[in-house]
């Protein structure tokens, strides 16, 4: 799995369009667009944000390896 397919993934599962992904991230709705067009990289402090927001373990998401998720967290689900 690419590293797009899993921000996509942890968007999805969380219930999130691009455009409350942007707003958390505090980036335009077309850079979130870009990036899960494999346009852009997904950042280190992108990755490092979702760790915090969401509990996202960032290194699974830049690099496959590790839990999804930090800690003993399940996926929160903060679009609703």
């Known amino acids: 799995m690419e590293i797009v397919e899993r921000l996509v993934e942890i968007r999805t599962e969380c219930k999130l369009s691009q455009n409350q992904l942007a707003k958390q991230l505090d ?5 979130i667009c870009e990036i899960e067009a494999g346009k852009y990289p997904v950042k280190k402090v992108y990755a490092l944000a979702l760790q915090a927001l969401l509990g996202i373990n960032a290194n699974w998401l830049l690099t496959g ?16």
């Open 27 to 31: 980036v335009s709705r077309s850079s």
């Open 65 to 80: 390896l590790g839990p999804k998720y930090t800690g003993l967290e399940s996926k929160m689900v903060v679009g609703e």
